[in-house]
Every structure is written in structure tokens, then in C-alpha cells.
Nanobody, 120 residues
């Protein structure tokens, strides 16, 4: 009922930048929160950043001051601008959305993930 499609991952050198996008579609009445999580090889999935409809953002300590999350509510799209990337930022980045369907049921959806590799 809700699909999330991520794009923008790839290979970047340390110190470089990438911008991820996540577009939500389906029978959506409202998206309360959109966010980004990542999973490094051999590690558990962790929160990177989230943003509410009103624009209130929350960041993991490890990315604060380097990453910026934003969203376009009219397009049901979220973005993650990643600057000053480090090798430890390498991982699969997943988009997450939590909200309400047109059937007035709550939903939580995940994207398929996009790989970010930070390396020389």
C-alpha cells in the first residue's frame, strides 16, 4: 500500500558528499515522520536521521553537523544530504516512513535500501 523508492547512493571518496532521495507513493493520507537508517556490514541497523511533517529533525550523534535531512511534504519525498563523508559512513541506507493511510490505518514502510561506499 505504501512504496518507498530510494536513490542517490554510490561510491565517494572520504570528505566527499552525496545526496539521497526517498519518494513515497501509495494510498497515503499523511506521513508523520520520514527517516533514514543505515546498516554497515556485520552491524545492526541504526538510526541516522528523522524529520517530522513540521520539519523537526533528529540526528545520530555520529552524523550531527555533517548530514542534513529535509523533506518536501507536497511530494512525499525526503532527502539526506551527506557531507564530509567518512569510511565509517559506509553501509546500506534505508528510508523509513510512518503515517496514516487513506483507510485511516497506520502504516510503517521501508525502502529497499541504497548502498553508500566511502573509500579511496
Amino acid at each position: 500500500q505504501v512504496q518507498l523508492v530510494e536513490s542517490g547512493g554510490g561510491l565517494v571518496q572520504p570528505g566527499g558528499s552525496l545526496r539521497l532521495s526517498c519518494a513515497a507513493s501509495g494510498t497515503i493520507f499523511r506521513i508523520n515522520s520520514m527517516g533514514w537508517y543505515r546498516q554497515a556490514p556485520g552491524k545492526e541497523r541504526e538510526l541516522v536521521a528523522t524529520i517530522t511533517t513540521g520539519g523537526s529533525a533528529n540526528y545520530a550523534h555520529s552524523v550531527k553537523d555533517r548530514f542534513a535531512v529535509s523533506r518536501d511534504n507536497a511530494k512525499n519525498t525526503a532527502y539526506l544530504q551527506m557531507n564530509s563523508l567518512k569510511p565509517e559512513d559506509t553501509g546500506v541506507y534505508y528510508c523509513n516512513a510512518v503515517g496514516v493511510l487513506t483507510t485511516v490505518r497506520l502504516f510503517e514502510a521501508w525502502g529497499q535500501g541504497t548502498l553508500v561506499t566511502v573509500s579511496f
